[in-house]
């Protein structure tokens, strides 16, 4: 609903380095070792295999944070949304996570120009010439075009996000309405290229791992997930930013439940397509592909497939279903972590079979890759936006979102 009276004082929080002080460069320290002891054990225990796995499985795992929140700012510019102007420059901020994500992507190319074929099955030259199923798929499945398509994405993806963060931030000295016009008007074009970008990458880095298997379904299956992760990651961020007093008073459990609304649908979102994959592979029963489905149902993997089904669907539905979950911080917190960790298990369970199909227990070295890269994803996202405020300022919506009351 929106407000019509008498406009609702803002009090600046100041910028991001006012108020988090040294996080990136504690976080960069956490990212160095993290990743150095991942290698370590990985190089004692002659596990360089499953080190790369891990790296991928913990990089798309927290580049799908990135990529929800980008969605949310397109999705937000392009519906002309007044209840997120309180939090839109949180997703702006985390959009910066993309920046060390790209360089990080860097090793994965390197190691597969020179011709590695332990992550990706197909860069194998004499596998790919004699198999039948992969002959046909080398024409987009080559090294060389797989590092055009990997340039072409994260160049939109940071490009795209930056516009909309220094576009918003200098709306933030001029109070130029005509900004907030600019930005909606590219939104729909911008959302357009985010959808074919996301879904050829998650081509490219998840389903073409097993280059026999194939999924028309993958692209949403993944966008789905980003959008869990992002939502509880924004409600874990606006959970620390109140308690310790920034946004108090402009975020309040009028946005949270908003923020617990979108959690909760996009969550019942995944559920749905996460099913309408299993179902079509299930009555079609084509050995090829079945086959991926039967690594994951076996040795243990069994297990991970009913946690995904009732820990990632049926647990969050009924108990985040209430008003008031939604609208407690604390509680609303506590579900974020929990769907954050269920969404990490999600990609576990995508990719970690391709290399551990006997058993599906983690290691040392996946809490290294995910503390590692996590752990850069947070430095470049701090450190690219100490600059900014928390809060869009002068956004000619603020108001709005100031006095937002669910009905």
Known sequence: MAHHGQPIPVENPGTLEQNVGQLGLFAMYAGAIGLLIAGLIAVTSNNWERFQFSYLHNFCFVLSISLGALFFILIQHLTRAGWSTVVRRLAEMMTNGIVPLAVLFVPIVFLLLNGSDVLFLWNNKELAATDPLLVHKQIYLNPMWFTIRAVVYFAFWILCSRYYL??????????????SLRMERYSAVSLI????????????WIMSLDPRWFSTIIGVYYFANANVAFYATLAIVVYFANSKGLLNGTVNAEHRHDIGKLLFGFNCFWAYIAFSQYLLYWYANIPEETMWYMRRQENGWELVSMILIVGHFAIPFL?????????????????????????????????????????????LIDLGCLVGIGGFFVFGAVKLSEQFTVLAVKDPRLQESLAFHNI
């Open 166 to 179: 220094m576009t918003s931030a200098k709306q933030d000295k001029t109070g130029d309405p005509q900004l």
């Open 193 to 204: 290229l985010f959808a074919l970008s996301i879904t050829f990458a998650s081509v490219d």
């Open 319 to 363: 108990g985040m279903m209430s008003r008031t979950v939604k609208r407690n911080p604390t509680q609303l917190f506590c579900w974020a972590v929990y769907l954050l960790i269920m969404c990490w298990i999600d990609l576990y369970w995508l990719i970690i079979p391709e290399v551990s199909p006997g058993t599906p227990a983690p290691g």
